[in-house]
Nanobody, 120 residues
Framework: VQLQASGGGLVQAGGSLRLSCAAAGNTDVMGWYRQRPGKQRELVASITSGDSTNYADSVKGRFTISRDNAKNTVSLQMNSLKPEDTAVYYC??????????????????WGKGTQVTVSS
């Protein structure tokens, strides 16, 4: 599954940005991760094909993830941005795949990162 992300950029603290990602193919769980300078990559938000969402505590109430299953897209609306939100943001997609043994495995795909910079 190829992922094409767009959005990001430079914004002042308190501002908003919207990230979008299009997947070439169906997916089960899509999400956004970020990697802040000197930190490990972390989950920001995820959403299932049934619109069940999960957010990192640090972004709850400020970020909203949504998806369009018909278009295989996922978006992240980021409001009330803070300097600590500065990071490279990565789109992620996961798809379940059955195996010959009857089990299910998950294939994970990543898009190229997009820089989000929040100035104070």
């Amino acid at each position: 599954v190829q992922l094409q992300a767009s959005g990001g950029g430079l914004v002042q603290a308190g501002g908003s940005l919207r990230l979008s990602c299009a997947a070439a193919g169906n997916t089960d769980v899509m999400g956004w991760y970020r990697q802040r300078p000197g930190k490990q990559r972390e989950l920001v938000a995820s959403i299932t094909s049934g619109d069940s969402t999960n957010y990192a505590d640090s972004v709850k109430g400020r970020f909203t993830i949504s998806r369009d299953n018909a278009k295989n897209t996922v978006s992240l609306q980021m409001n009330s941005l803070k300097p600590e939100d500065t990071a490279v943001y990565y789109c992620n997609a996961n798809r379940r795949r059955p195996t010959f043994s009857g089990t299910t495995v998950w294939d994970s795909y990543w898009g190229k990162g997009t820089q989000v910079t929040v100035s104070s």
